[in-house]
């Protein structure tokens, strides 16, 4: 099984911006399905976005919340998956966390989850 560290969480104004990272250790994402999910207080946990991860190719999918603000993208080199929040809101508030899998089955693979806080 592949294990997966999320940083780059922290605290940041509405409009603003960060980057969180998913990186695997264990094996590389190649052949896997990568994505990020968040949970908000009182909340179940929800899908933001998607990468599912070829040698030749990448394919993505975003929930309709994020379309336009968020870009899910990898670095094959660094064995990292990124997740860039742009245009941030308040209920943008969540742990964020990523996760993997083989490409077609569940996700098997969750990080620990890293805090975003958005002030308004």
């Known amino acids: ?30 052949n896997y399905h990568v994505g990020w999910f968040r949970q908000a207080p009182g909340k179940d946990r929800e ?10 190719s ?18 094959n080199a660094k064995n990292t998956v990124y997740l860039q929040m742009n ?5 943008d508030t969540a742990v964020y966390y990523c996760a993997a899998g083989p490409t077609g089955q569940p996700f098997g693979s969750w990080g620990q989850g890293t805090q975003v806080t958005v002030s308004s």
């Open 87 to 91: 245009f941030l809101k308040p209920e």
């Open 47 to 56: 899908f933001v976005a998607t990468i599912s991860i070829s040698p030749w």
């Open 1 to 30: 099984q592949v294990q997966l560290v999320e940083s780059g969480g922290g605290l940041v104004q509405a409009g603003g911006s960060l980057r969180l990272s998913c990186t695997a250790s264990g094996r590389t994402f190649n």
């Open 58 to 75: 990448s394919t993505t999918s975003y929930a309709d919340s994020v379309k336009g603000r968020f870009t899910i993208s990898r670095d």
